[in-house]
């Protein structure tokens, strides 16, 4: 498989990821990445390379929206990952998503866990999250589509790791 890396979204990425195409089965889930470029203060859109081409894209968070999630002033919000048709089931979301654990760290160094809320119906993400380390908290949140599972990632559990 290509490397794998995360990156700030820069505009150069912005014209592959304007092409990105989910079936509406998924995007009943997230949001399409043209859609997160323009971030407000406080969102970082976050893009998945392998081999340099954007092949997916989530939006990490330190906003007044945490708090819905979590009551750690250190958490951050991972919302929106949607991953291009074309590269899905080729392993690039799960590399993606373990890289968190060195990205986060690297570049928001005080953010000590990764929370997200994931849709009941949306089973192929919880096994993704599940497999990269993310453990159901068993709190839900009612969205607009639906039960959601809330979803951390201790960064200072899986940083313990390699030590």
């Not at 708090?67 to 799960?94: H, I, R, V």
């Not at 993310?134 to 940083?159: C, N, V």
């Amino acid at each position: 498989m290509a490397e794998v890396v995360l990156a700030h979204y820069r505009p150069e990425y912005l014209e592959a990821l304007k092409a990105f195409y989910l079936p509406d089965e998924q995007k009943q889930f997230t949001a399409m990445p043209e859609d997160i470029v323009d971030a407000n203060e406080g969102q970082y859109p976050i893009v998945i390379l392998a081999e340099g081409v954007p092949v997916g894209c989530f939006l990490i968070q330190h906003t007044d929206r945490v708090k819905e999630y979590s009551d750690n002033p250190n958490a951050m919000l991972l919302t929106a990952l949607s991953m291009d048709l074309t590269y899905q089931g080729k392993g690039y979301a799960k590399a993606g998503m373990s890289e968190l654990m060195h990205f986060i760290p690297s570049e928001f160094p005080k953010c000590d866990e990764i929370i997200l809320a994931v849709n009941h119906k949306n089973v192929a993400a919880q096994k993704l999250y599940e497999k990269v380390g993310f453990r159901d908290t068993g709190r839900r949140k009612f969205g607009r589509k639906g039960e959601q599972y809330l979803m951390d990632l201790s960064l200072k559990r899986s940083l313990s790791y390699g030590k």
